[in-house]
């Protein structure tokens, strides 16, 4: 069974006809299945895709990554009985942590949505370096922007009295993290 979460497939090296019904494959022979000379009856390329996990465990046999790549970050084969653990062990947890909703920065709050005179935005950052908030148009433009040093949890009401009614996204920015919300102005 083809997880197509986890797995592309590219495409297959056989004398025997590899057919994909859905999310399967199946390997017919004509009018028996032949093998290759190295005695495998199929080699199935696939892509790897990046998952919410570090490990993600897939049953298959006689596995190559990445061509046989075996340098020290290479994604590795940590079992060898009929499946294997893929780990990548050496990239920035950055993309991990924040796929499984753990980024650096996380919006708490934003009220009142919908809004008239001000609104209040609470969000937590797990460093206390300098972040950048930014209210931003419906079309991309940066309306306002502010640098800030903030605490561990921090609240902060910007004014928006000059905006015209209308949809606004608060964008904050610290150490190449970006995290957005939405809110409306109304009268």
Do not use: M, W
């Not at 025997?16 to 028996?32: A, F, Q, S, V």
């Not at 148009?137 to 004014?159: A, E, F, H, M, V």
């Amino acid at each position: 069974t083809l997880n197509e979460d986890l797995l592309g497939y590219l495409q297959y090296i056989s004398p025997n006809t590899i057919t994909r019904t859905g999310k399967h494959l199946t390997i017919t022979g004509n009018p028996e299945l032949q093998s290759l000379p190295n005695g495998k009856i199929v080699e199935l390329q696939y892509r790897v895709f990046l998952t919410k996990d570090s490990a993600t465990d897939i049953t298959l046999s006689n596995l190559k990554l990445n061509g046989g790549d075996n340098t020290n970050c290479a994604p590795k084969i940590t079992n060898t009985n009929s499946s294997f653990t893929y780990r990548y062990e050496c990239a920035d947890k950055s993309l991990q942590r924040y796929l499984n909703g753990e980024a650096p920065i996380k919006i708490i709050a934003l009220r009142p949505n919908p809004a008239t005179n001000e609104v209040t935005i609470e969000y937590t950052t797990k460093t206390t370096d300098n972040c950048t908030i930014e209210v931003i148009d419906i079309l991309g433009n940066i309306i306002s922007q502010r640098t800030i040093s903030p605490k561990t949890t921090q609240q902060l009401t910007l004014p928006i009295t000059q905006l015209s009614n209308g949809s606004y996204i608060i964008r904050i920015t610290q150490n190449q993290h970006t995290i957005s919300a939405r809110f409306v102005k109304e009268q």
